[in-house]
């Protein structure tokens, strides 16, 4: 199962569609491009503007809860968490929404810059951002956990 050969282009959608654009020509066809509702427009548009036809379809939705597990609120309030991992903006951004400022003991790791920007320094001990934008990164920058 999954793919033969997977590519990264360590990046954003410009970066990707540099990839595309290394390997493809406008003339082979159309491209199709499945993403999540409100994502890959970015994409999408730099591949057009690459002289790509791109077919964007919509496979799934992820939508924000709207509080947290109890879980995961008690483990914050009594400083049991050493850190979250943000994957993307909209995580972040939903995750200070649910959490406020309980996380102001927690270091924030962040897969690129542009996820950090969207936080507020002074909800966290720390913000670190990953050396590139991959999961291998964001674990490097996580470093050894100060909490047992």
């Known amino acids: 199962a999954g793919f033969a050969a997977v590519d990264s282009a360590a990046g954003d959608a410009t970066d990707l569609a540099a990839l595309v654009a290394g390997r493809c020509v406008p003339a082979d066809g159309p491209l199709l491009l499945l993403s999540g509702a409100g994502q890959g427009e970015e994409l999408a548009d730099a591949l057009r503007g690459r002289g790509f036809r791109v077919r964007r379809r919509v496979v799934y939705a992820a939508r924000a809860v709207s509080h947290l597990s ?42 690129s810059a542009r996820t950090a920007s969207v936080l507020r320094p002074e909800d966290w001990a720390d913000v670190l951002v990953a050396a590139r934008p991959d999961t291998d990164a964001v674990l ?9």
């Not at 109890?70 to 909209?90: E, G, I, K, N, P």
């Not at 470093?143 to 047992?148: N, V, Y």
């Open 70 to 111: 109890v879980t995961a609120h008690r483990m914050l309030r009594h400083d049991r968490v050493d850190a979250v991992l943000l994957f993307s903006s909209a995580t972040a951004v939903a995750f200070g929404r649910v959490a406020g400022t309980m996380g102001t003991g927690v270091r924030a790791v962040c897969i």
């Open 140 to 148: 490097d920058a996580l470093g050894t956990p100060k909490r047992t």
